[in-house]
């Protein structure tokens, strides 16, 4: 088996909301919190119309899990926030020792699917509730975004290149959930130094403006990187500013980027001049505020690449998954795990420990995503099982590496009906039948 390196070290237990500390100081009091409870995380709907969700985040979460701790300085600060001495001293032996099954990271998903099932003493599997949430919303966010750009890029390369535009770890996070699913590369060293993912990156205007003229500041570069460089041709003009790339890095040239105006246009004369000047085999890149319709729209340019930045770090519109933790059973008096459910209007939950399965229709593509009550797939269920072992016994038992994911998020995404890959508003890819 190929051991998946952990990459968080610092304790996580205090990323996490003040009221998941005061609901397990009052189940202490009360003698409820060794109760064994089972929560679900699930999706009430998909975020604006879309048609399916991307499972993302899971690696990290799990490395989250294993450092949820509570040392010193987290035990103090918790005294200094007004929780009582029988709690503070639970907490400094907490270790999570219960089971985690989950949709395997790169996986769809549809409303109601039950993404996360945490068993433990409802003391221990609360207290994870904020930190499961924060992981999964903002990875899968960013992953769906991800995913939609790559199917509106139809096989062009998309580049991760958002740093600039989120905090400084979310960024190391998007540039992972982006790559799961399915974007080539990421500009974040951090990202490609953490997870392995290819970086890619050349020049800004900036490094134009810094030289005398266009000519020698494409010379600096491709002195120093090679032909086979990417140069930023719209600082000045863009046609001159093609000739001079080619110039300078002759018919060798690997690629051209365009970063402002009507790229359509800019990206068929330039393609035109390219070839004139004899480039035929140099790459044009775009980049410029670029979502999944702004893709979508260059499909019949003569495009090679896509770099997108703000959109695909902000979930393009979505910024949150909507995903919920909640109690779907938990241990009555005689010993046995109870289905619980929410009633609250518009926010209703399922209750029971659940299993999922996708059937097939006789096309091949998926056909329905079918839930019941219980532990195990059914004997007789033919579908496809979607829930898998990641913790068992508090230990992690489901890392796995990065390029797993992704290309599960390839495979799962390629079996989902064709009209999942529509960007326009629509029902859910698959409806959800319970038994």
Same mark, same amino acid.
């Given at each position: 088996?190929?051991?998946?390196?952990?990459?968080?070290?610092?304790?996580?237990?205090?990323?996490?909301?003040?009221?998941?500390?005061?609901?397990?100081?009052?189940?202490?009091?009360?003698?409820?919190?060794?109760?064994?409870?089972?929560?679900?995380?699930f $999706?009430? =709907?998909?975020?604006?119309?879309?048609?399916? #969700?991307?499972? +993302?985040?899971?690696?990290r /979460? &799990?490395?989250?899990?294993e450092?949820?701790?509570?040392?010193?300085?987290?035990?103090?600060?918790?005294?200094?926030?007004?929780?009582?001495?029988?709690?503070?001293?639970?907490?400094?032996?907490?270790?999570?020792?219960?089971?985690?099954?989950?949709?395997?990271?790169?996986?769809?998903?549809?409303?109601?699917?039950?993404?996360?099932?945490?068993?433990?003493?409802?003391?221990?599997a609360?207290?994870?509730?904020?930190?499961?949430l924060?992981?999964?919303?903002?990875?899968?966010?960013?992953?769906?975004?991800?995913?939609?750009?790559?199917?509106?890029s139809?096989?062009?390369?998309?580049?991760?290149?958002?740093?600039?535009?989120?905090?400084?770890?979310?960024a190391?996070?998007?540039?992972?959930?982006?790559?799961?699913?399915?974007?080539?590369a990421?500009?974040?060293?951090? $990202?490609? =130094?953490?997870?392995?993912?290819?970086?890619? #990156?050349?020049? +800004?205007?900036?490094?134009? /403006? &810094?030289?005398?003229t266009?000519e020698?500041?494409?010379?600096a570069?491709?002195?120093?990187?090679?032909?086979?460089?990417?140069?930023?041709?719209?600082?000045?003009?863009?046609?001159?500013?093609?000739?001079?790339?080619?110039a300078?890095?002759?018919?060798?040239?690997?690629?051209?980027?365009?970063?402002?105006?009507d790229?359509?246009?800019?990206?068929?004369?330039?393609?035109?001049?390219?070839?004139?000047?004899?480039?035929d085999?140099?790459?044009?890149?775009?980049?410029?505020?670029?979502?999944?319709?702004?893709i979508?729209?260059?499909?019949?340019?003569?495009?090679?690449?896509y770099?997108?930045?703000?959109?695909?770090?902000?979930?393009?519109?979505?910024?949150?998954?909507?995903?919920?933790?909640?109690?779907?059973?938990?241990?009555?008096?005689?010993?046995?795990?109870?289905?619980?459910?929410?009633?609250?209007?518009?926010?209703?939950?399922?209750?029971?420990?659940?299993?999922?399965a996708?059937?097939?229709?006789?096309?091949?593509?998926?056909?329905?995503?079918?839930?019941?009550?219980?532990?195990?797939?059914?004997?007789?269920?033919?579908?496809?099982?979607?829930?898998?072992?990641?913790?068992?016994?508090?230990?992690?038992?489901?890392?796995e590496?990065?390029?797993?994911?992704?290309?599960?998020?390839?495979r799962?995404?390629?079996e989902?009906?064709v009209?999942?890959?529509?960007?326009?508003?629509?029902?859910p890819?698959?409806?959800?039948?319970?038994?």
């Open positions: 088996m190929r051991r998946v390196p952990r990459v968080i070290d610092a304790s996580t237990a205090l990323l996490t909301d003040h009221y998941e500390i005061t609901m397990l100081q009052a189940a202490l009091r009360s003698g409820t919190a060794h109760r064994r409870a089972v929560f679900e995380v $999706a009430r =709907r998909l975020p604006d119309g879309r048609r399916y #969700g991307v499972v +993302a985040g899971t690696g /979460l &799990l490395d989250a899990v450092n949820f701790r509570f040392g010193p300085d987290e035990l103090a600060s918790l005294a200094k926030a007004g929780i009582d001495r029988p709690t503070i001293d639970w907490l400094a032996d907490y270790r999570f020792t219960g089971s985690v099954d989950g949709y395997a990271e790169g996986e769809t998903y549809v409303p109601n699917s039950p993404l996360l099932t945490v068993e433990a003493s409802f003391a221990e609360v207290l994870l509730e904020t930190l499961v924060s992981i999964l919303n903002f990875d899968s966010a960013v992953a769906a975004a991800a995913s939609r750009m790559t199917c509106a139809s096989g062009r390369p998309c580049i991760e290149m958002g740093s600039r535009r989120a905090h400084e770890q979310a190391v996070a998007a540039a992972r959930a982006a790559y799961v699913a399915g974007f080539a990421t500009s974040n060293l951090e $990202a490609a =130094r953490r997870h392995g993912i290819p970086s890619t #990156g050349t020049s +800004a205007h900036a490094f134009t /403006l &810094l030289h005398d266009e020698q500041a494409f010379a570069q491709v002195a120093a990187l090679g032909p086979g460089t990417t140069l930023l041709v719209d600082t000045y003009d863009v046609a001159q500013g093609v000739r001079n790339a080619v300078a890095a002759g018919r060798a040239l690997g690629a051209v980027r365009l970063d402002s105006g790229l359509v246009t800019q990206a068929r004369e330039t393609r035109a001049l390219l070839d004139e000047l004899g480039a085999q140099t790459r044009i890149i775009v980049t410029s505020d670029l979502d999944e319709y702004a979508a729209g260059l499909a019949a340019a003569p495009v090679d690449g770099g997108v930045g703000t959109s695909l770090v902000t979930g393009s519109g979505a910024p949150t998954a909507g995903l919920v933790y909640k109690l779907v059973a938990r241990e009555d008096s005689s010993g046995e795990l109870r289905p619980v459910e929410k009633r609250s209007l518009n926010k209703t939950s399922r209750g029971g420990r659940k299993w999922a996708r059937r097939y229709g006789d096309d091949g593509h998926t056909s329905e995503e079918v839930v019941g009550i219980g532990y195990d797939v059914p004997a007789g269920e033919t579908g496809r099982p979607l829930l898998v072992p990641l913790v068992r016994g508090g230990e992690v038992v489901g890392r590496p990065l390029a797993d994911a992704r290309d599960r998020h390839a799962s995404l390629a989902l009906p009209e999942a890959h529509a960007l326009s508003r629509g029902e890819a698959l409806p959800t039948t319970f038994e």
